[in-house]
């Protein structure tokens, strides 16, 4: 049985056939003997036994008449001929039945219940190949389709899932560069109307207007490019500690006021040039500086440091702390606390663009809860 499994469909019916025609063959000549034998013995029973005396050609001729017409032997002469077609075909509905039931019946099967998963978009399933022929072949490159379809499906839904990470991303760090230049044109805004705009604060607004708005083209720029949030590059560059530490000071200010809420800004290290990128150190700060003003009560303290190959900001608020669902899942994407009105308002994005961001910098990102509220330590190595 297993051989004929492992068979070609041509090989395996053209055994199955030669082996239920070869009994029907047997079959038949067993049935033409018995016929014969059956026809010998109910004409000798017939047939009379020849007197002494003899019996004239007449009486002879009308023995053998009675034998020639008795219903038994015509009977058994119609059977010599019947059976073996009988038998033939027989055989062939046989044959038929034991190829199909065999050869067909389980690898249609499989088929057929494979193609009703994949109408009804269910991909996770194995299909068997259940013989080594044709349609064991078939099966084995059905399988080969299905798992090529649910790979398929995998990499669009891990690509729309990129693509949903790096719009709310976008989104996400879009918020702060322009709340600086709202913020910015306010104080424009109001120094014109109270007449105390100098050509130097002035000056001072306008460069920072200028400096966020070219930021917002380069990031718009990177984000259009980038597949994902991962192929955002890390481009060091040469700058002045003093100054970085400055324009933060600055930007993180006009987002406190636009807040409502205070800060405190500190910053040591020494005054040299250290090799960073400029855009990853300021969004990650906004972004955390940002996540905390939204949660302090009344005040954020921030701490700058630069020394031993490396900047650390520490961003720490008066608020309730952060939640187990973030300090447990460890800085995920889409990351929010069980609070609808922040849920409808954010994305959940800031922390996570924060580590990656890190990372790309060689440096990490650490939450944790402190009596007084919530602390955040980002470290960047240069």
Same mark, same amino acid.
């Not at 038994?72 to 019947?82: P, S």
């Not at 068997?128 to 349609?135: I, N, R, S």
């Given at each position: 049985?297993?051989?004929?499994?492992?068979?070609?469909?041509?090989?395996?019916? &053209?055994?199955?056939?030669?082996?239920?025609?070869?009994?029907?063959?047997?079959?038949?000549?067993?049935?033409?003997?018995?016929?014969?034998?059956?026809?010998?013995?109910?004409?000798?029973?017939?047939?009379?036994?020849?007197?002494?005396?003899?019996?004239?050609?007449?009486?002879?001729?009308?023995?053998?008449?009675?034998?020639?017409?008795?219903?038994?032997?015509? &009977?058994?002469?119609?059977?010599?001929?019947?059976?073996?077609?009988? &038998?033939?075909?027989?055989?062939?509905?046989?044959?038929?039945?034991?190829?199909?039931?065999?050869?067909?019946?389980?690898?249609?099967?499989?088929?057929?219940?494979?193609?009703?998963?994949?109408?009804?978009?269910?991909?996770?399933?194995?299909?068997?190949?259940?013989?080594?022929?044709?349609?064991?072949?078939?099966?084995?490159?059905?399988?080969?389709?299905?798992?090529?379809?649910?790979?398929?499906?995998?990499?669009?839904?891990?690509?729309?899932?990129?693509?949903?990470?790096?719009?709310?991303?976008?989104?996400?760090?879009?918020? =702060?560069?322009?709340?600086?230049?709202?913020?910015?044109?306010?104080?424009?805004?109001?120094?014109?109307?109270?007449?105390?705009?100098?050509?130097?604060?002035?000056?001072?607004?306008?460069?920072?207007?200028?400096?966020?708005?070219?930021?917002?083209?380069?990031?718009?720029?990177?984000?259009?490019?980038?597949?994902?949030?991962?192929?955002?590059?890390?481009?060091?560059?040469?700058?002045?500690?003093?100054?970085?530490?400055?324009?933060?000071?600055?930007?993180?200010?006009?987002?406190?006021?636009?807040?409502?809420?205070?800060?405190?800004?500190?910053?040591?290290?020494?005054?040299?040039?250290?090799?960073?990128?400029?855009?990853?150190?300021?969004?990650?700060?906004?972004?955390?500086?940002?996540?905390?003003?939204?949660?302090?009560?009344?005040?954020?303290?921030?701490?700058?440091?630069?020394?031993?190959?490396?900047?650390?900001?520490?961003?720490?608020?008066?608020?309730?702390?952060?939640?187990?669902?973030?300090?447990?899942?460890?800085?995920?994407?889409?990351?929010?606390? =069980? =609070?609808?009105?922040?849920?409808?308002?954010?994305?959940?994005?800031?922390?996570?663009?924060?580590?990656?961001?890190?990372?790309?910098?060689?440096?990490?990102?650490?939450?944790?809860?402190?009596?007084?509220?919530?602390?955040?330590?980002?470290?960047?190595?240069?």
């Amino acid at each position: 049985m297993e051989r004929l499994k492992s068979m070609s469909l041509k090989k395996s019916f &053209f055994t199955i056939i030669t082996l239920f025609l070869l009994a029907a063959v047997t079959l038949s000549t067993v049935s033409f003997i018995c016929c014969m034998k059956l026809n010998h013995n109910i004409a000798s029973s017939i047939q009379f036994t020849v007197d002494d005396d003899g019996m004239s050609s007449a009486d002879f001729t009308v023995q053998t008449d009675e034998i020639e017409v008795d219903w038994r032997i015509q &009977f058994l002469n119609i059977l010599q001929i019947a059976l073996p077609i009988l &038998f033939v075909i027989t055989a062939l509905l046989l044959a038929d039945m034991v190829f199909y039931r065999m050869k067909l019946k389980k690898p249609f099967a499989i088929l057929q219940s494979g193609v009703e998963r994949i109408q009804r978009q269910d991909l996770d399933f194995t299909v068997e190949k259940y013989a080594d022929d044709e349609l064991g072949a078939l099966c084995a490159a059905f399988e080969t389709m299905r798992s090529e379809l649910l790979k398929n499906n995998r990499e669009m839904w891990r690509q729309m899932e990129e693509r949903k990470r790096l719009n709310a991303a976008f989104s996400h760090d879009l918020r =702060n560069p322009v709340t600086v230049l709202k913020g910015s044109a306010k104080i424009l805004q109001t120094g014109l109307e109270k007449g105390l705009l100098t050509a130097e604060n002035a000056g001072d607004t306008i460069s920072l207007i200028t400096q966020y708005s070219g930021r917002i083209e380069t990031y718009i720029e990177a984000m259009t490019s980038a597949q994902k949030l991962e192929e955002l590059q890390c481009t060091p560059q040469f700058i002045d500690w003093s100054v970085l530490a400055n324009e933060l000071n600055a930007s993180l200010s006009i987002l406190s006021a636009s807040a409502g809420k205070e800060i405190q800004f500190t910053h040591s290290g020494d005054n040299r040039q250290i090799c960073v990128d400029k855009y990853i150190i300021e969004n990650t700060a906004e972004n955390i500086v940002g996540n905390a003003l939204r949660y302090a009560r009344d005040k954020v303290a921030i701490d700058l440091t630069c020394n031993d190959g490396k900047v650390v900001l520490v961003v720490a608020d008066d608020g309730s702390g952060f939640s187990p669902t973030i300090l447990n899942r460890e800085v995920a994407p889409f990351l929010r606390d =069980n =609070n609808t009105a922040e849920q409808e308002t954010h994305f959940g994005m800031g922390l996570y663009i924060c580590r990656l961001l890190c990372e790309k910098h060689g440096g990490t990102l650490m939450l944790e809860n402190t009596p007084d509220g919530a602390k955040v330590t980002a470290t960047f190595y240069f």
